[in-house]
């Protein structure tokens, strides 16, 4: 039997798997497919992370260093798993590069995908310039200045639309991506830091600021920085002849349809199923759930069993989670392999 556990994905969840292996003495092998480790906070360049307010590549490098300076973890970038042969506690991974390991067990940490707001034209992204995503945001803000890309002017008012590629069953996305309140909250707050003048609106269906979240992100964002939060159905978003965006909407709670300019509007976009899912599904032989993310064996005797023996399946691969959630994910699963690999080889011997 081997003991080597392998891992797949790098982002929060597999890195936090990948440290819980080695500080039992396993060794682990850790395959990316990106050049760069970190996940999403690292690739799409996020700027302080909710809820700590600590700088994603500050919080985010320091989970890395630590797997990358431990000597019982090989890290693999910039491949993939082609094909995985062999059975709980004797699998072979062969690489798209030709190299081949021999693992124990695997753990998936391969996360998601960004909803891509093209799939909602009608919203104006990728027709007007000066509507955005919730990460291009995040990248304004770790640069230091909000601007409109069109002109580079700073914007006088900015409008966010929360729920973009979630909750909506006309692009077949019916999921709360989770964090996208609380993320747009807390942007809100940040314009508001580096341009006091903006005046920023918040579009929301429902306010889901979960947990502890709500008193620091969704109170504090209207009683510190004055962000107006209007509870609306968008329509669409077009241009007005100044070349101001105009937000077309109803406001839901007089029931009143209303049209507001503004120079900057920006999707707060979910979380899709990773777009390999079906691929990964194929290799390792896993299946998915309805939406398309991975699915579950058990949930409550056999946490994190995928539905294939001695495979595991946590974070966000499972659905949208934040990353704490994710840091536990990673945790609970490298105790799961650890442990059944041990059982195995105590039965054995
Ligand atoms: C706009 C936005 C802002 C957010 N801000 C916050 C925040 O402030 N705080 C917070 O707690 N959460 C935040 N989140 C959520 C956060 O991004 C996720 O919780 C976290 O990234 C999930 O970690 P993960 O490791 O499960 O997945 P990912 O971060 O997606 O990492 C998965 C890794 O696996 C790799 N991978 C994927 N497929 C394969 C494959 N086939 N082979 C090999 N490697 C593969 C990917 O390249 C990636 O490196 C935000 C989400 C969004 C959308
Ligand atoms: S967390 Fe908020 S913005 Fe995100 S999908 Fe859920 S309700 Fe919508």
Not at 4 to 15: H, Q
Not at 99 to 126: C, M, Y
Not at 171 to 184: L, P
Request: proline fraction near 4%; charge should be neutral; charged fraction near 25%.
């Amino acid at each position: 039997m081997n003991d080597t556990v392998l891992i797949v994905g790098a982002g929060p969840t597999g890195l936090s798997a990948a440290a819980g292996i080695a500080s039992v003495g396993r060794k682990v092998a850790l395959i990316e497919k990106e050049n760069v480790l970190g996940g999403a906070p690292i690739l799409s360049r996020y700027a302080k992370l909710v809820p700590s307010g600590e700088w994603a590549k500050d919080a985010l490098g320091r989970m890395v260093k630590r797997v990358t300076d431990n000597p019982l973890v090989t890290v693999h970038k910039g491949t993939r798993v082609a094909r995985l042969d062999g059975e709980f506690g004797g699998f072979t991974a062969t690489l798209a590069d030709g190299q081949s390991i021999n693992a124990g067990a695997v753990i998936l940490g391969t996360g998601f995908t960004h909803f891509d707001s093209i799939n909602k034209p009608e919203w104006g992204f990728g027709t007007y310039e000066d509507v955005v995503t919730t990460t291009q945001v995040e990248q304004m803000v770790g640069a230091g200045k909000i601007a409109c890309p069109s002109d580079g002017r700073v914007p006088q008012r900015v409008c966010i639309l929360l729920c973009v590629g979630s909750r909506d069953r006309q692009i077949g996305r019916e999921w709360c991506s989770k964090i996208c309140c609380t993320v747009s909250c807390n942007l809100a707050m940040e314009i508001k830091e580096l341009s006091p003048k903006t005046d920023v609106y918040i579009y929301y269906m429902d306010i889901r600021t979960f947990g502890l979240y709500e008193d620091k992100y969704y109170w504090r964002s209207q009683e510190e920085f004055h962000i107006k939060y209007v509870k609306a159905r968008i329509a669409e978003v077009t241009q007005g002849p100044d070349q101001r965006l105009l937000v077309k909407a109803e406001d839901t709670l007089v029931k009143r349809p209303i049209v507001i300019p503004f120079d900057l509007v920006v999707h707060a976009i979910g979380m899709d199923p990773n777009l390999d899912n079906p691929e990964i599904a194929k290799v390792f032989g896993v299946g998915l759930e309805k939406h398309g993310f991975i699915d579950r064996g058990e949930h409550y005797t056999s946490s994190f069993a995928s539905t294939r023996r001695g495979i595991y399946v946590g974070g966000s691969a499972l659905g949208p989670e934040d990353i704490d959630t994710c840091v536990s994910h990673g945790l609970a699963m490298a105790m799961r392999a650890v442990g059944d690999l041990s059982a195995v080889a105590q039965k054995a011997a």
